[in-house]
C-alpha cells in the first residue's frame, strides 16, 4: 500500500475514535460518543490501546481480505480503530520484538467475546506466512473452533451461540512469525446444561446438530431418531433457533474435526458417545416397594438401557445394577445399598453430565495432540464465558462469574493500578485516579480461609449431613460482614427486610453488578458425584474411548480419596490461567453489547452504561488520560529514535537519561508531552509517539537512502576504478600497439629512405663506371645467359654425326638465326671432315673424282644421276692383267687410267664400232676391240673439247685442236656406258697432264664436229622408246647426225 499520505484515527472521525480525546469527559458524553460512532456502524473505539467492541449483532462488510490488507503493519493510531488493528499491533510486537502476548477478551455474555477471538485469529493466520505447511496448522487452529464450539456452546437467553466453556488457546509462532500449533486449555464446561437447561434456552449444539444433519444410515448405527422430542435431555421450546441451521453446521464440524486430524474411527467413538447421553437420558425408573419398606428403583423400559449398552458395549446387567445399588468402600469395609428412584436419577444424570464434559476434555486433548508443539513465541487467546446474570443463578454462574471477576482483576492489575503504581515508583508526579478495585470481590471467593469455595469445600468434605442449607448456613455466619455478600439470614441486619433475597438465596456485589445465586445444587455440583459403581461400569465397557474417559473405575486402581472437588479445580485453573496471562503482553478487547435483544441498531442506554461501569472503562479513560499514553526504559528509547538527533545519532557515549533527553530537546515536543522517570521516559500523548515513529520511520528511510547511496557510490566508483584500470590496460596495449605500427612504419620509410639515399650515393659514387656498362654488361649477360642456354639446348638436341642427316633444332630465338644456320653449316662441316677423315687416299681420290663428276654434271646432263652409285672402277678391262691386251697395254707406255670398251660412231651411218678406250696421263687411246691394235692415239694437248648432250645417253665427242696433229683423222663420236667416269677422267687428267689450260666440256644437244672435212652437226633428240631403250643414230645428211635419246621415266 503506497505511504505517500499519513492517515489516522483523527480522519474522517464519527465522534472521536480514542476516548483519550473525548472533551469534556462524563459518563453521558462517553455513552453518546459509544452510541453515535455504532449508529454509523462504527462498532469500535479506543482507550489507548484498548479496544471497545460493540456487537453489532449484524455483519459488516469491515472484516474482508482488503481490510486485512489495509490494517496490516500499519501503526495502531493510524487508521481507525478496529480489532485488526490490535490483532496486527500483537502480531508484529511478538514477531519482531519476541514478546509473549495474550489477548484478553471481556465482556458479558453475548458481547461478541467469541467472535472477537476468531477475528483475531483470522487476522493473525491471514497476514503471517504461507506455505503448505504453515497453511496445514493455520487450517488445523481455525477449525477447532467450529468442533469445541459444536461441543461447548448452547443457546441460552443472551446469546444464540453462548460459550458454555472456557477457552484459552496458546498459538505457537516460530521466529519468524509463521505459526506452529497450539495448546487449548479449556475451562469447566457448564455440564448441568446436559441434564437440564432453562426455559428458552437449549442444550450443546452436538445434540441438534447430530440429529439433523446426519445421515439414515449414521442415525440408524447409532440407534437414533431424528425427532427431538423423543429425547428427554433435549428441550423443546427452542430446538429449533432462527438463523442456525443445525445440518449444515453438523458438516462444517465433521468436516473441521477431519481437518483438525480426528481419525474416522474416533468420530464415529465421538458420535457414539453423544448418542448413549441422549439415550441415557430416556432410561426413567419406577419405585419397587421392598419387604423393609423402602423403595427400590427399577427401570421401567428397559429397550433404552439395551440400545445404549449395545452402543457402548457395556453389559446391560452391569448397567442395570450400578443405577439400583451404590457401593461404599471405606477402608476395608464396602458396604452396598440400594437407590431409590431419586438417587437412580441421580446417578443417571451424572453418569451423563460426566459422560459429556469428559468427552469434552477428551476432545480438547484430541486437538492439543494435533496442534501441540514445543513453545516458541505465544500469543494467548481467552475467550472465556462472560459475566451473566439469569434469572436463576446457580454454581455454573457463580463460577463464571468468579472468572470474569478474576479477568478484570488482571485488567485493573495491569491497566490501572499497576499504571498508576509504576508512575509513583518512576517518581513522575501523579494524583491518583481513584477506580474500584475488584481485589475484595476475589477474595470474598476464593480466599483460602473463608472464601466461598474454600468454605463450600470445607462443606463438601466435611463429614455428617451436608445440604446447601448447611452450606449457606456457613456462608452466613463467616461472610455477614463482608462488604460484598449479602444474604437475608446473615448476621447483617441489613438485609432482613430485603424480600429481593429469598431465604435460599446469597447476593454477591460483583464488579459488573449484584447477582442473586440459589444455594441450591452448590454442595452437589461442587462434589460432582458420580457412584463408583457406574464409573466402574464405564470402564468395563468394550469401548476404547469410554474406557480412556472413567480410569477411576478401574479395579485394579482403586483410589479412596476424594476426588478434587469442581471449585478446586477450577480455582486453580483459574490461577494457573492468570499467572500465565501475567507473564505475557496483555491486549484488551472489551466488548459490550448493545441490546438485550440480539437486535442490530437497537442502543439501549442503561444496558451499555451498565457495563461500561462495571467494566471500569470511565476510570480506564481517566487513568488514560491523566498518564501517559506510552512508556519506555531509557536504552530502549535511545536505542530506537537516537536516529532523530545529530548529537545522539550514532553513538551516545553518556547515561541513557541524558541522552534521551538531549534527544528529546532537540525535537519540537512540547515540554509537557512527555516526562522523565527513574528508569523509563513517559509520553504522554499517542500523537506523540506517533510523531516520533513518523520522524524515525522518515529517518529511516533517509538512512536507507544513505546507506544506498554510498553503497551504489562505492559500487559505481569500484566500477568506475575497474574501467579504469581496464581502460589503462587496453590503452597502454593500444598505444604499444600503434608505436609499433608506427616505428614499423618509420623504420620500412627510413630503409626506404636510406636505401635510396645509399642508392643515390652509391650511384653518384660509381655513375662513370656504372651508367656506361651497366647496360652493355647487363646485355651482354643476359646474352650470355640466353646463349649459355641455347648452347646447352642446342647440346641436348643434337642431330646425329652422319653427314646425310638432315635433321636440326629448332631454333629458339630468331636474333640466332644467322648463327643458327651457320652453325648448321659449321656442324655438318665438321661432320663432313670427321667423315673425310676416315678416308684412304685412293677412297679419297675415288672421292675427288666423283666430286669433279658432279661438278662437271650435276644438273647439266640427266645421265649423271645414274652414275653417283657406280663407283669409277677405271680399268674395267683389268689391262694390265689381261693377257688379250698386253700388247696393247705394253703398246702405251704410260700408266693406264681407264681402259673400257666404248662404241665408235661412224661418222658415215652413225653406226657404232667397239673400240677399247684407254686414257692415260698424256694421252687417250683408241684401240681395236679384238685384237686390241690401236686405232688412234692422241695426246691429251691435242684434245680441244669435249661435247656430251643433256640427256641420258651415253655420247661423247672428242673435239681436236684444229691444227694439231691428230686432227687430221677428224674429231671422234664414241659412245659408253661410262661416260661420266671417262669424261670426269678426262677432265681431271687433261688439267693435270699438259699444264695447259682446262679440258673444255661442252654440254649441249647440238654441237658440231669436224669429220675430215666436213664439219657435222651432231644434235640429240628425243625420240620415242623405239626400239626399246637404245639410242639410236642416224646420218641424216651430210652435215647432220641425229642421236635419238628415249625419254626415260
Ligand atoms: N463482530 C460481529 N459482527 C457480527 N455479529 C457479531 C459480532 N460479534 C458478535 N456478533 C453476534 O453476536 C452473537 C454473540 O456473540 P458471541 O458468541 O461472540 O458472544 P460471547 O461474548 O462469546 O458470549 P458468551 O459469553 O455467551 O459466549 C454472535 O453469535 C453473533 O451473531
Ligand atoms: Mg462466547
Known amino acids: 500500500m503506497p505511504r505517500d499520505w499519513i492517515t489516522s484515527l483523527l480522519d474522517n472521525m464519527i465522534g472521536v475514535g480514542d476516548m483519550v480525546l473525548l472533551e469534556p469527559l462524563s459518563e453521558d458524553s462517553f455513552i453518546e460518543n459509544l452510541r453515535k460512532r455504532f449508529d454509523h456502524n462504527e462498532i469500535y473505539t479506543y482507550i489507548g490501546s484498548v479496544v471497545i467492541s460493540m456487537n453489532p449483532y449484524r455483519s459488516l462488510p469491515i472484516f474482508t481480505p482488503e481490510k486485512v490488507e489495509e490494517y496490516r503493519n500499519r501503526n495502531f493510531y493510524e487508521l481507525s480503530p478496529h480489532i485488526y488493528a490490535l490483532a496486527d499491533e500483537a502480531y508484529r510486537s511478538l514477531r519482531d520484538q519476541d514478546k509473549d502476548q495474550c489477548i484478553l477478551i471481556t465482556g458479558e455474555s453475548g458481547a461478541g467475546k467469541t467472535e472477537a477471538s476468531k477475528l483475531v485469529m483470522s487476522y493473525v493466520a491471514a497476514v503471517c506466512g504461507k506455505g503448505q505447511e504453515v497453511n496445514k496448522?493455520?487450517?488445523?487452529?481455525?477449525?477447532?473452533?467450529?468442533?469445541?464450539?459444536?461441543?461447548?456452546?448452547?443457546?441460552?437467553?443472551?446469546?444464540?451461540?453462548?460459550?458454555?466453556?472456557?477457552?484459552?488457546?496458546?498459538?505457537?509462532?516460530?521466529?519468524?512469525?509463521?505459526?506452529?500449533?497450539?495448546?487449548?486449555?479449556?475451562y469447566l464446561l457448564e455440564k448441568s446444561r446436559v441434564v437440564k437447561q432453562p426455559r428458552g434456552e437449549r442444550n450443546f449444539h452436538v445434540?441438534?446438530?447430530?440429529?439433523?444433519?446426519?445421515?439414515?444410515?449414521?442415525?440408524?448405527?447409532?440407534?437414533?431418531?431424528?425427532?427431538?422430542?423423543?429425547?428427554?435431555?433435549?428441550?423443546?421450546?427452542?430446538?429449533?433457533?432462527?438463523?442456525?441451521?443445525?445440518?449444515?453446521?453438523?458438516?462444517?464440524?465433521?468436516?473441521?474435526?477431519?481437518?483438525?486430524?480426528?481419525?474416522?474411527?474416533?468420530?464415529?467413538?465421538?458420535?457414539?458417545?453423544?448418542?448413549?447421553?441422549?439415550?441415557?437420558?430416556?432410561?426413567?425408573?419406577?419405585?419397587?416397594?421392598?419387604?423393609?419398606?423402602?423403595?427400590?428403583?427399577?427401570?421401567?423400559?428397559?429397550?433404552?438401557?439395551?440400545?445404549?449398552?449395545?452402543?457402548?458395549?457395556?453389559?446391560?446387567?452391569?448397567?442395570?445394577?450400578?443405577?439400583?445399588?451404590?457401593?461404599?468402600?471405606?477402608?476395608?469395609?464396602?458396604?452396598?445399598?440400594?437407590?431409590?428412584?431419586?438417587?437412580?436419577?441421580?446417578?443417571?444424570?451424572?453418569?451423563?453430565?460426566?459422560?459429556?464434559?469428559?468427552?469434552?476434555?477428551w476432545l480438547v486433548t484430541r486437538i492439543n495432540e494435533s496442534i501441540k508443539v514445543t513453545r516458541h513465541k505465544v500469543m494467548g487467546v481467552l475467550d472465556i464465558y462472560g459475566f451473566e446474570i439469569f434469572e436463576d443463578n446457580s454454581f455454573e454462574q457463580f463460577i463464571i462469574n468468579y472468572c470474569n471477576e478474576k479477568l478484570q482483576q488482571i485488567f485493573i492489575e495491569l491497566t490501572l493500578r499497576e499504571e498508576q503504581e509504576e508512575y509513583v515508583r518512576e517518581g513522575i508526579e501523579w494524583t491518583n485516579i481513584e477506580y474500584f478495585n475488584n481485589a475484595i470481590i476475589c477474595d470474598l471467593i476464593e480466599n483460602h480461609q473463608n472464601g466461598i469455595l474454600a468454605m463450600l469445600d470445607e462443606e463438601c468434605l466435611r463429614p455428617g449431613t451436608v445440604t446447601d442449607e448447611t452450606f449457606l448456613d456457613k456462608l452466613n455466619t463467616i461472610c455477614a460482614e463482608h462488604q460484598h455478600f449479602e444474604s437475608r439470614l446473615s448476621k447483617n441486619s441489613k438485609f432482613l427486610t430485603d424480600h429481593s433475597l429469598p431465604h435460599n438465596c446469597f447476593r454477591i456485589q460483583h464488579y459488573a453488578g449484584k447477582v442473586l445465586y440459589r444455594a441450591?445444587?452448590?454442595?452437589?455440583?461442587?462434589?460432582?458425584?458420580?457412584?463408583?459403581?457406574?464409573?466402574?461400569?464405564?470402564?468395563?465397557?468394550?469401548?476404547?474411548?469410554?474406557?480412556?474417559?472413567?480410569?477411576?473405575?478401574?479395579?485394579?486402581?482403586?483410589?479412596?480419596?476424594?476426588?478434587?472437588?469442581?471449585?478446586?479445580?477450577?480455582?486453580?485453573?483459574?490461577?494457573?490461567?492468570?499467572?500465565?496471562?501475567?507473564?505475557?503482553?496483555?491486549?484488551?478487547?472489551?466488548?459490550?453489547?448493545?441490546?438485550?435483544?440480539?437486535?442490530?441498531?437497537?442502543?439501549?442506554?442503561?444496558?451499555?452504561?451498565?457495563?461500561?461501569?462495571?467494566?471500569?472503562?470511565?476510570?480506564?479513560?481517566r487513568v488514560r488520560r491523566a498518564g501517559y499514553a506510552f512508556r519506555q526504559a531509557y536504552e530502549p528509547c535511545l536505542e530506537r529514535y537516537k536516529m532523530l538527533c545529530k548529537r545522539t545519532w550514532p553513538h551516545w557515549r553518556g547515561p541513557a537519561r541524558e541522552g534521551v533527553e538531549v534527544l528529546m530537546a532537540d525535537l519540537p515536543v512540547p515540554a509537557e508531552e512527555f516526562s522523565y522517570g527513574r528508569s523509563k521516559i513517559f509520553i504522554r500523548n499517542p500523537r506523540t509517539l506517533f510523531f516520533l515513529e513518523?520522524?524515525?520511520?522518515?529517518?529511516?528511510?533517509?538512512?536507507?537512502?544513505?546507506?544506498?547511496?554510498?553503497?551504489?557510490?562505492?559500487?559505481?566508483?569500484?566500477?568506475f576504478l575497474l574501467l579504469k584500470k581496464s581502460q589503462i590496460v587496453v590503452a597502454a596495449w593500444y598505444r604499444r600497439y600503434a608505436q609499433e605500427k608506427k616505428y614499423q612504419k618509420i623504420k620500412s620509410a627510413t630503409t626506404v629512405v636510406q636505401s635510396y639515399t645509399r642508392g643515390w650515393q652509391v650511384?653518384?659514387?660509381?655513375?662513370?663506371?656504372?651508367?656506361?656498362?651497366?647496360?652493355?654488361?647487363?646485355?651482354?649477360?643476359?646474352?650470355?645467359?640466353?646463349?649459355?642456354?641455347?648452347?646447352?639446348?642446342?647440346?641436348?638436341?643434337?642431330?646425329?654425326?652422319?653427314?646425310?642427316?638432315?635433321?636440326?633444332?629448332?631454333?629458339?630465338?630468331?636474333?640466332?638465326?644467322?648463327?643458327?644456320?651457320?652453325?648448321?653449316?659449321?656442324?655438318?662441316?665438321?661432320?663432313?671432315?670427321?667423315?673425310?677423315?676416315?678416308?684412304?687416299?685412293?677412297?679419297?681420290?675415288?672421292?675427288?673424282?666423283?666430286?669433279?663428276?658432279?661438278?662437271?654434271?650435276?644438273?647439266?646432263?640427266?645421265?649423271?644421276?645414274?652414275?653417283?652409285?657406280?663407283?669409277?672402277?677405271?680399268?674395267?678391262?683389268?689391262?694390265?692383267?689381261?693377257?688379250?691386251?698386253?700388247?696393247?697395254?705394253?703398246?702405251?707406255?704410260?700408266?693406264?687410267?681407264?681402259?673400257?670398251?666404248?662404241?665408235?660412231?661412224?661418222?658415215?651411218?652413225?653406226?657404232?664400232?667397239?673400240?677399247?678406250?684407254?686414257?692415260?696421263?698424256?694421252?687417250?687411246?683408241?684401240?681395236?676391240?679384238?685384237?686390241?691394235?690401236?686405232?688412234?692415239?692422241?695426246?691429251?694437248?691435242?684434245?680441244?673439247?669435249?661435247?656430251?648432250?643433256?640427256?641420258?645417253?651415253?655420247?661423247?665427242?672428242?673435239?681436236?685442236?684444229?691444227?694439231?696433229?691428230?686432227?687430221?683423222?677428224?674429231?671422234?663420236?664414241?659412245?659408253?656406258?661410262?661416260?661420266?667416269?671417262?669424261?670426269?677422267?678426262?677432265?681431271?687428267?687433261?688439267?693435270?697432264?699438259?699444264?695447259?689450260?682446262?679440258?673444255?666440256?661442252?654440254?649441249?644437244?647440238?654441237?658440231?664436229?669436224?669429220?675430215?672435212?666436213?664439219?657435222?652437226?651432231?644434235?640429240?633428240?628425243?625420240?620415242?622408246?623405239?626400239?626399246?631403250?637404245?639410242?639410236?643414230?642416224?646420218?641424216?645428211?651430210?652435215?647432220?647426225?641425229?642421236?635419238?635419246?628415249?625419254?626415260?621415266?
Open 137 to 186: 496448522v493455520k487450517e488445523q487452529l481455525l477449525q477447532s473452533n467450529p468442533v469445541l464450539e459444536a461441543f461447548g456452546n448452547a443457546k441460552t437467553v443472551r446469546n444464540d451461540n453462548s460459550s458454555r466453556f472456557g477457552k484459552y488457546m496458546d498459538i505457537e509462532f516460530d521466529f519468524k512469525g509463521d505459526p506452529l500449533g497450539g495448546v487449548i486449555s479449556n
Open 207 to 361: 445434540f441438534y446438530q447430530l440429529l439433523s444433519g446426519a445421515s439414515d444410515d449414521t442415525l440408524k448405527k447409532l440407534k437414533l431418531d431424528r425427532d427431538f422430542s423423543k429425547y428427554n435431555y433435549l428441550s423443546l421450546d427452542s430446538a429449533v433457533v432462527n438463523g442456525l441451521d443445525d445440518a449444515a453446521n453438523f458438516r462444517t464440524v465433521r468436516n473441521a474435526m477431519q481437518i483438525v486430524g480426528f481419525m474416522e474411527d474416533e468420530v464415529q467413538s465421538v458420535l457414539e458417545l453423544v448418542a448413549a447421553v441422549l439415550k441415557l437420558g430416556d432410561i426413567e425408573f419406577k419405585p419397587e416397594s421392598r419387604c423393609n419398606g423402602t423403595d427400590e428403583s427399577r427401570i421401567k423400559d428397559k429397550n433404552d438401557l439395551k440400545e445404549m449398552c449395545e452402543l457402548l458395549g457395556i453389559e446391560q446387567s452391569v448397567l442395570e445394577r450400578a443405577f439400583s445399588y451404590r457401593t461404599v468402600e471405606a477402608r476395608l469395609e464396602k458396604v452396598s445399598t440400594t437407590l431409590n428412584v431419586a438417587q437412580a436419577y441421580y446417578a443417571r444424570d451424572a453418569l451423563a453430565k460426566n459422560l459429556y464434559s469428559r468427552l469434552f476434555s
Open 520 to 621: 441450591e445444587g452448590f454442595v452437589d455440583k461442587n462434589n460432582d458425584l458420580l457412584y463408583r459403581d457406574l464409573s466402574q461400569a464405564m470402564y468395563k465397557a468394550n469401548h476404547s474411548l469410554i474406557k480412556q474417559l472413567f480410569p477411576e473405575g478401574n479395579p485394579a486402581k482403586v483410589n479412596l480419596k476424594r476426588p478434587p472437588t469442581a471449585g478446586f479445580q477450577f480455582r486453580a485453573s483459574v490461577g494457573t490461567l492468570m499467572k500465565n496471562l501475567q507473564t505475557k503482553n496483555p491486549n484488551y478487547i472489551r466488548c459490550i453489547k448493545p441490546n438485550d435483544k440480539k437486535a442490530s441498531h437497537i442502543f439501549t442506554d442503561s444496558l451499555v452504561c451498565h457495563q461500561v461501569r462495571y467494566l471500569g472503562l470511565m476510570e480506564n479513560v
Open 694 to 719: 513518523e520522524r524515525r520511520r522518515q529517518c529511516l528511510q533517509d538512512l536507507a537512502t544513505l546507506i544506498q547511496k554510498i553503497y551504489r557510490g562505492w559500487k559505481c566508483r569500484s566500477h
Open 763 to 1049: 650511384r653518384r659514387e660509381y655513375r662513370k663506371f656504372f651508367r656506361a656498362n651497366a647496360g652493355k654488361k647487363i646485355y651482354d649477360f643476359t646474352i650470355q645467359r640466353i646463349m649459355q642456354k641455347y648452347f646447352l639446348g642446342l647440346k641436348s638436341t643434337m642431330p646425329s654425326v652422319s653427314p646425310i642427316d638432315k635433321s636440326w633444332p629448332a631454333n629458339p630465338y630468331r636474333f640466332l638465326d644467322g648463327v643458327h644456320t651457320e652453325l648448321r653449316r659449321i656442324f655438318h662441316l665438321w661432320r663432313c671432315k670427321k667423315y673425310r677423315s676416315q678416308f684412304t687416299e685412293e677412297k679419297k681420290a675415288v672421292y675427288e673424282e666423283k666430286l669433279e663428276a658432279s661438278e662437271i654434271f650435276k644438273d647439266k646432263k640427266a645421265l649423271y644421276p645414274s652414275s653417283v652409285s657406280q663407283p669409277f672402277k677405271g680399268d674395267y678391262l683389268e689391262i694390265s692383267k689381261n693377257p688379250k691386251y698386253q700388247k696393247l697395254h705394253s703398246a702405251v707406255d704410260e700408266k693406264v687410267l681407264l681402259a673400257d670398251v666404248v662404241n665408235k660412231i661412224n661418222r658415215a651411218n652413225g653406226k657404232g664400232t667397239a673400240r677399247i678406250f684407254l686414257l692415260t696421263k698424256k694421252s687417250v687411246v683408241l684401240a681395236d676391240q679384238k685384237t686390241g691394235q690401236v686405232k688412234a692415239s692422241v695426246p691429251l694437248p691435242d684434245l680441244a673439247s669435249v661435247s656430251v648432250s643433256t640427256q641420258s645417253d651415253g655420247f661423247f665427242a672428242l673435239r681436236l685442236k684444229e691444227g694439231s696433229a691428230s686432227a687430221v683423222k677428224g674429231d671422234f663420236l664414241l659412245s659408253s656406258d661410262h661416260l661420266i667416269e671417262i669424261i670426269t677422267k678426262l677432265h681431271r687428267t687433261g688439267a693435270t697432264a699438259a699444264d695447259s689450260e682446262q679440258l673444255d666440256i661442252d654440254i649441249s644437244d647440238e654441237f658440231l664436229l669436224q669429220f675430215k672435212h666436213d664439219k657435222v652437226c651432231v644434235k640429240f633428240i628425243q625420240g620415242a622408246p623405239k626400239n626399246g631403250n637404245s639410242v639410236s643414230c642416224k646420218r641424216k645428211n651430210n652435215r647432220l647426225l641425229e642421236v635419238s635419246v628415249p625419254t626415260t621415266a
